[in-house]
């Protein structure tokens, strides 16, 4: 890309930007630095509180015009389900395009559906329908929107920072988690939801100004992928050609699927363990809010995305959830929200930045939708496998079960690629402390020898 008027269309060139941009890892904000990921960075603040005061006041909505909670889980469907269906050739488009000239078009009919609803809401014409076709439309641009958001990031950025910038990504969508919901009801219940809609329609104004106001002479330049026949499965191949990315996509799906159930589970903890109702429910997600924010900054800080890193954080977020699972009371049962929320974030942080980083250029828009189907995909479900186990044996139960199939999943694949990589455990003693760690097979022999 260039500020030429043709450069968009016409094929990228190889050679790449190179800012100078800090390689430290001690900067928990370091990719801040980058002018072009700051006005991106800066415009997702404000867009992710609207998308969030969006989400409430369209469930709120749904369940006012009709009294129906299944009509609340259509809407829901609808949402995701193009993401499900179109996934994949989404990824197939954006590795073909170009991504800003994308993502101001996706943004855009974002925005333009948020501000019709808002119309139809405030002037007393809204329907259910209205609502569900809303719904459908923004999963459409998100079948494009996603990838291209993802991949964008190291564009911006460049290999160096991008763990960084993806972790800061993480930890602004949490920030918006804990404010968008909050502003939304107070607009709810001042002035009523079509408030909510328009908010979040004008939101998209700051996304925009910040990718028009981009210097594209900065951005690490890649190459893109011609139009062709075969794109799809040349990306499926393409992963499973690759231990690395294949198994990391498999780890997400099991963790997000049995693991991130917690709509389910946090609601029935709050209802039929604790009989403490709506406020202790509100609680349990705001804590987990805040570790997950916790987590993404951490990981910002982390700099790196290490495989060991993601499956000791997927050990620990089973781990935790089996904890939590025997919590005698409420309040111990409100504080291990953090650190569970910490650890799933960890492990998606690491996993995005891993696959991204682990990815060929022209390549990353079909695998990181691939990813991001595994990731959505695995709610619809999961949600009702550990519906039915909760319901057979209990919330405890079905917590338990669930932590403990992504901690299980975790050591599983974690041994796996520790053979593929050829790597044996070294279990060794450094400076008085114990150490546990994977070493090249050659290098332990070598340590045995000495020994």
């Given at each position: 890309?260039s500020?030429g008027?043709?450069?968009d269309?016409?094929?990228?060139p ?6 100078p ?20 960075f ?8 609207g ?8 469930d ?14 259509i ?13 994949l050739?989404?990824g ?10 994308t ?19 405030l ?13 459908f ?14 991949t964008?990031?190291?564009e ?15 930890a ?18 001042g002035v009523?939801?079509?408030?909510a ?5 004008l939101?998209f ?25 075969g794109q ?6 393409y ?7 294949i198994?990391?996509?498999?780890l997400?799906g099991?963790v ?6 917690f709509?389910?589970?946090l609601?029935?903890?709050a ?6 109702g ?16 916790a ?15 993601l ?24 504080l ?11 492990v ?6 891993s ?5 060929d ?12 189907m595994v990731?959505?995909?695995?709610a ?6 550990a ?5 057979a ?9 669930g ?14 690629l ?9 279990v ?12 090249p097979?050659e290098?332990r ?7």
């Amino acid at each position: 890309m260039s500020t030429g008027s043709g450069a968009d269309s016409a094929p990228a060139p190889t050679t790449h930007y190179s800012p100078p941009t800090p390689k430290t890892r001690s900067s928990m904000f370091s990719s801040l630095k980058v002018r072009n990921y700051r006005l991106f960075f800066m415009g997702q603040v404000v867009s992710n509180i609207g998308t969030w005061m969006q989400r409430i006041a369209q469930d709120w909505l749904v369940l006012s015009l009709t009294g129906s909670a299944t009509a609340v889980g259509i809407t829901t469907a609808l949402q995701f389900l193009p993401m499900l269906l179109f996934g994949l050739y989404g990824g197939v488009l954006v590795d073909r395009l170009p991504k800003r000239p994308t993502l101001l078009f996706t943004q855009s009919s974002m925005a333009l559906t948020g501000i019709a609803l808002a119309v139809l809401t405030l002037s007393g014409h809204v329907q259910v329908w209205h609502v569900y076709v809303a719904a459908f439309a923004v999963g459409l641009a998100t079948v494009v929107d996603n990838p291209a958001r993802q991949t964008f990031v190291s564009e911006m950025v460049g290999p160096d920072q991008l763990q960084n910038a993806v972790s800061l990504n993480s930890a602004n969508f949490q920030s918006a988690r804990l404010v968008g919901p909050a502003v939304a009801g107070v607009l709810i219940t001042g002035v009523g939801t079509g408030w909510a809609f328009l908010f979040n329609g004008l939101s998209f104004v700051a996304p925009l100004v910040g990718l028009l106001m981009m210097r594209m002479r900065e951005l690490y330049v890649v190459e893109r992928a011609p139009r062709g026949k075969g794109q799809l499965r040349e990306g499926l191949q393409y992963v499973a050609g690759r231990p690395e990315l294949i198994w990391t996509i498999v780890l997400v799906g099991f963790v997000s699927t049995f693991g991130f159930n917690f709509p389910v589970y946090l609601s029935a903890f709050a209802d039929d363990v604790f009989h403490a109702g709506a406020g202790s429910y509100s609680l349990f997600n705001t804590l987990m809010a805040a570790g997950s924010l916790a987590g993404a900054l951490l990981a910002a800080r982390r700099g790196t995305a290490r495989m060991r890193v993601l499956v000791a954080g997927a050990v620990a977020f089973g781990a935790m959830e089996i904890v939590a699972s025997i919590a005698p009371s409420l309040w111990l049962f409100a504080l291990l929200m953090a650190p569970i929320g910490m650890f799933g974030m960890t492990v998606n942080v690491t996993a995005n930045s891993s696959v991204q980083l682990s990815t060929d250029p022209a390549m990353r828009g079909r695998v990181m939708a691939l990813y991001m189907m595994v990731f959505m995909g695995g709610a619809p479900i999961g949600a009702p496998i550990a519906g039915w186990v909760t319901d057979a044996y209990g919330v405890r139960a079905g917590l338990a079960v669930g932590g403990a199939i992504a901690a299980a999943s975790a050591v599983v694949i974690g041994l796996v690629l520790a053979r593929v990589g050829n790597l044996r455990l070294s279990v060794g003693w450094n400076d008085g402390h114990p150490r546990v760690r994977f070493v090249p097979r050659e290098q332990r022999e070598e340590l045995a020898t000495v020994a």
